[in-house]
């Protein structure tokens, strides 16, 4: 009976399903073996780990005293540790701003950019090495190095900038790569091909390292970098003003009038197209130029684009007014150099006996009819002018002339007042110079409010 339910049992447990089936138990000796076998092995690792250790230290030392020798001898293996020294890299001169994508990168006064080397303590002597090193020209981040005035190598090589993905590098040229010799290198054209709008600061650098390799001393010479600077799109180029303007610029390129803006289109419309034309108005009719303008030209903005106009160069053409019985000589901008009535010559201070209201039609007779004046090179009889004006001053008898401000370098003759007592309104016009270009003392003759009604 017990056999057959011995059977009858076995027949059981396989009739259920696999998983409910009794997963047959490790044997009690199978389990004191692998306790043993792990303890043998975690003894064995505890016995070769000091051994191992030891092992290793031994090597690395030995490669390090085998190749000790060739890392003092390698400059390139070095590089961070350099001594510290005061030779530094500098620029000569600042930059020439603004600065347009595609257009050469020149110093303050238009020269090719320079780059010098210098000690810390003598910045204005360059320094001359017995050897030439090269020189890199890199793009600087401009907030780099914020308000720190010392950087490490590492941090200036770090604040590099390179060209956005798919663009051209960032500065071209044929010398962004030149060497110094006797204390300086000259660079030669480079330019921006993308502008820098596109980084946080909206300002690059432009930087000079020492090449490595190229300079085998152990101290450091420190990199140049010039001031931060925005570089805009050669399309603004186009409607960049002119510092100082030409006469025969556009008008547009004073300050405060923009191109094909409101102020622009009414200079147009009355005729008034170029930077002469707007001086020779501003000198004869003030008040005729300003209405013209508009009440948009505010006073302020008024007066930013006179100072502007009037930094420009004149340059050594007069003009000549004749009839026949005078001459009129005039400068670019409508004002009176010189006078010739009846045979008699008028310069000077001895322009003021000549009537007011004469001169004032002479002169708007000039200016109405400015391209059939005759054009002459006043640097030709500038010698004979100066002449006749230190003449006139010195024989001069009239005590209410006081002269107050002579005329500035830059050829243009400003509006000046002197002490005539009846010379207190310029609705006119600002009143008649006498002078020209680089003649030192100008005087000005002025034009009451009623010798002008009738004009």
């Not at 090719?112 to 360059?126: A, E, G, I, R, T």
């Not at 090589?157 to 290198?185: C, H, M, Q, S, Y």
């Not at 000046?416 to 310029?426: A, I, M, P, T």
Request: hydrophobic share 35%.
């Amino acid at each position: 009976m017990a056999a057959k339910r011995f059977f009858n049992d076995s027949k059981s447990d396989q009739d259920q399903p696999p998983e409910k089936r009794m997963k047959p138990r490790p044997s009690f000796a199978s389990v004191i073996g692998e306790v043993v076998m792990v303890n043998s092995l975690h003894n064995l690792f505890s016995s070769l780990e000091p051994l191992l250790r030891r092992v290793v230290k031994e090597e690395v030392e030995t490669t390090l005293r085998r190749h000790s020798h060739t890392i003092t001898r390698s400059p390139s293996l070095r590089i961070q540790a350099l001594e510290p020294s005061s030779l530094r890299l500098c620029f000569s001169k600042k930059l020439s701003l603004p600065i347009f994508t595609g257009s050469k990168i020149t110093d303050m006064d238009s020269n090719p950019l320079q780059v010098h080397l210098v000690d810390s303590d003598h910045p204005m002597v360059p320094i001359v090495l017995q050897h030439s090193i090269k020189i890199e020209l890199v793009v600087l981040d401009g907030d780099f190095p914020g308000d720190s005035e010392t950087w490490t190598g590492e941090e200036f090589n770090n604040k590099i900038v390179k060209e956005r993905a798919g663009k051209r590098p960032l500065l071209t040229g044929g010398d962004l790569t030149v060497t110094l010799r006797e204390g300086f290198a000259q660079i030669g054209d480079i330019e921006f091909t993308d502008n820098s709008s596109w980084i946080r600061g909206r300002k690059f650098r432009l930087g000079a390292k020492v090449v490595p390799g190229s300079y085998q001393d152990t101290a450091r010479i420190c990199e140049a970098m010039t001031e931060a600077f925005v570089v805009k799109d050669h399309r603004g180029e186009l409607y960049k003003k002119h510092h100082p303007p030409q006469l025969e610029d556009e008008v547009w390129r004073l300050e405060k009038i923009g191109k094909d803006g409101a102020f622009h289109r009414k200079l147009t419309t009355a005729g008034i197209k170029t930077v002469q034309d707007f001086l020779k108005l501003s000198v004869v009719d003030p008040s005729k130029l300003k209405n013209t303008l508009g009440i948009g030209m505010s006073e302020k903005i008024w007066e930013a684009t006179i100072k502007h106009a009037k930094t420009c160069t004149l340059g050594t053409k007069l003009y000549v007014l004749r009839k026949h019985n005078f001459a009129l000589t005039l400068n670019p901008i409508c004002q009176v150099v010189r006078a010739e009535i009846d045979g008699q010559i008028y310069v000077s201070r001895d322009l003021n006996s000549i009537d007011r209201r004469d001169m004032e039609k002479l002169v708007w007779e000039a200016y109405n009819t400015w391209s059939s004046l005759q054009e002459v090179d006043g640097a030709l009889n500038e010698t004979a002018l100066i002449t006749q004006v230190e003449t006139m001053q010195q024989y001069s008898i009239n005590p209410q002339l006081e002269m107050v401000r002579s005329f500035p370098q830059n050829g243009y003759i400003t509006d000046v007042e002197f002490g005539l007592s009846n010379c207190n309104g310029h609705v006119g016009y600002s009143g008649w110079v006498i002078g020209t270009p680089n003649i030192e003392n100008t005087i000005n003759y002025c034009i009451s409010d009623a010798s002008s009604d009738g004009n």
